[in-house]
């Protein structure tokens, strides 16, 4: 077995229309994030990591954004299918950590339920699954609060190297 790190990093514009979804959880009346799925962020970052640990390209690769498929999917659907992926080359996930950067809301309350949903989708234990949060103090686009970003780390096992 050889271990391998992944990593990924997605940002996505606000959107006032949508509704917010973050590690699969709605926050209700916040504006959500432009995008063809559900344009969740963090599992997006969580999705590139995991791709990335076993060199497989990026998300886009795999569901590219103008499928209709994908159109306003549930991002943890497209988790699903990676951890299928990575159960079809003998890899198995150790762990996953991810920060999100946004100036609201405050992530805390819903962060177990974030955790809990990244980790039933891919079939790992809850503590198997870090999710942090911060701001970007202010600064930049993301400080206007003009969109969400999210990077993660993911660690798998793998059967080769
Ligand atoms: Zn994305």
Same mark, same amino acid.
Request: net charge negative.
């Given at each position: 077995? @050889? ?15 949508? =509704? ?18 559900? +344009? ?13 640990? *076993? ?17 306003? +999917? ?10 299928? $992926?990575?159960?079809? $080359? ?8 991810? =920060? ?6 405050? *992530? ?7 955790? @809990?949903?990244? @980790? ?12 942090? +949060? =911060? ?15 999210? $990077?993660?780390?993911? =660690?798998?096992? @793998?059967?080769?190297?």
């Amino acid at each position: 077995m @050889a271990t391998r790190v992944g990593i990924g990093y997605d940002i996505h514009p606000r959107a006032a229309d949508r =509704t917010l979804v973050l590690g699969g959880v709605e926050f209700p009346g916040e504006a959500g994030l432009e995008g063809h799925s559900d +344009a969740d962020v963090l599992v997006h970052a969580i999705g590139d990591a995991l791709l990335g640990s *076993l060199a497989l390209g990026d998300l886009g690769r795999h569901f590219p954004p103008g499928d209709p498929r994908w159109k306003g +999917a549930s991002s943890l659907d497209l988790l699903r299918l990676i951890r299928a $992926m990575l159960d079809g $080359m003998g890899a198995q996930v150790v762990h996953v950590d991810a =920060t999100v950067i946004a100036e609201a809301p405050k *992530l805390a309350p819903l962060r177990d339920a974030m955790c @809990a949903n990244i @980790a039933r989708a891919l079939r790992v234990g809850i503590s198997q699954v870090s999710i942090k +949060a =911060t701001t970007n103090e202010g600064l930049g686009a993301v400080g206007r609060g003009e969109g969400i970003a999210a $990077m993660a780390v993911a =660690t798998v096992e @793998a059967s080769s190297s």
